[in-house]
């Protein structure tokens, strides 16, 4: 297939209105929901630590916790091989569907789980099992809602259909922490830790059943389709990313590293830090943490378009170069304890965040060809996920308790952010190209 073909502009070859509208939806608010269903994990780490783990004392617990979420992370490379198989040889439609799928069934299981009380050490290792499974869903849901909404858009509005993707990322965390702020406030303290943390993960059944009747009947992207008119589907998408790929699929993972470490940190393990480090109270931890949600989720789209017009490059440095210079001073704001201090710093962080993730998902989307676009954009961002972004949470709350001082956890942050300023200051501006 030539370069040109999937940059036809749409009042030529591109889908009806109708059609385009339900693919963004679609991919949007799949992933979404999938995205929720994966983080209310995170949030729910306090009575997780209390429901399936016994003995040690509370950091050994609360580690425990964190490492069986940074578990999940560990069958991402498995998933982002399968399904990114399935996408590049059958199309994203079915990927989608099938991770969608996977992930509803994982998450209202965690939620139906016996405690340790109950079935003693099974109840950590299913809860282990189940965690695979998440992780192993959401590797395909991600890859494939980007390529998806990119190969969709027309060639001036890569950066904003990308967008929606982190768009609906962020809104993830956002509904999330909504539902479970909510629904702590009809429980008890002692209600929540009996059941009411569960009724979160039970909300994924409902999430899983949208996601499945917005995606039944919509039609591949324009890219796929025509590709597969034309014969062009690679048999083994894989081996062909293996082998034309490398280079680009490394630069895909050292991309993500930061974007990883900082939804990871400030948007998960954030949280559980005010509450046990910094001494914030809980409502106001969940109130901050809600309002810089809503500025990032907002920011994204805002700096998606943005990047069409003015290059990915720019918003990809200041959002990497940010992280570099303010990590450590947001976080010794948030060590005072000063309330207009958290939700300053969360909302700056959410702003900092936003400038990266808005042409993110466009930029990276844009370093791979039609044929193995799902395959290799998702390994280059799921391996690194993996290695970056699981381990977050354990990571920096092996910090604080081996070192004694807080505000070392800004080093996991800085790093990463370093790591990726230099990766992207060596990538080409792809927002004026062409899909290939």
Known sequence: MKASTAEAPVTDTGPRAGLKLRAVVSGSIGNLLEQYDNLVYAYSTV??????????????????TFAVFAVGFLARPLGTVFFGHIGDKMGRRPALLASVILMGSATVLIGLLPGYRTIGVAAPVLLVVLRLFQGFAVAGEWAGSAAMLVEYATPRARGRYGSLNQVSTAAGFLVAAGVVALNSLFWSEQGMREF???VPFLIGAVTAVVAL???????????????EAAGETSASPLRLALRTQKSAMARGFFFTVSWTVAYFFFLTYLPTYLREEAGIAPGIVEASNIVGLVVLTVAIFGF?????????????????????????????????????????????????????????PAALAELF???????????????????FGGTAGFIATLIVNSTGNAVLVALLPTLAALITFVTVCRMPETYRSELK
């Open 47 to 64: 009575y997780l630590s209390a429901a399936f783990f016994s003995g040690g004392g509370s950091v050994s617990s609360l580690l425990s």
């Open 196 to 198: 009411g943390w569960r």
């Open 213 to 227: 009747l917005l995606r039944f009947g919509l039609e591949d992207t324009p890219a796929f389709r025509e590709q």
């Open 304 to 360: 998606g378009v943005l990047s069409d017009r003015i290059g990915r490059k720019p918003l990809l440095l200041i959002g990497s170069g940010g992280l570099v210079l303010l990590s450590f001073p947001v976080m010794l704001v948030f060590q005072t304890g000063n309330t207009a201090g958290v939700f300053l710093g969360q909302i700056l962080i959410g702003l900092i965040i936003a400038a990266f993730s808005g042409p993110g």
């Open 369 to 387: 060809p039609t044929n193995v676009r799902y395959s290799a954009l998702g390994i280059g961002y799921n391996f690194s996920v993996m290695a």
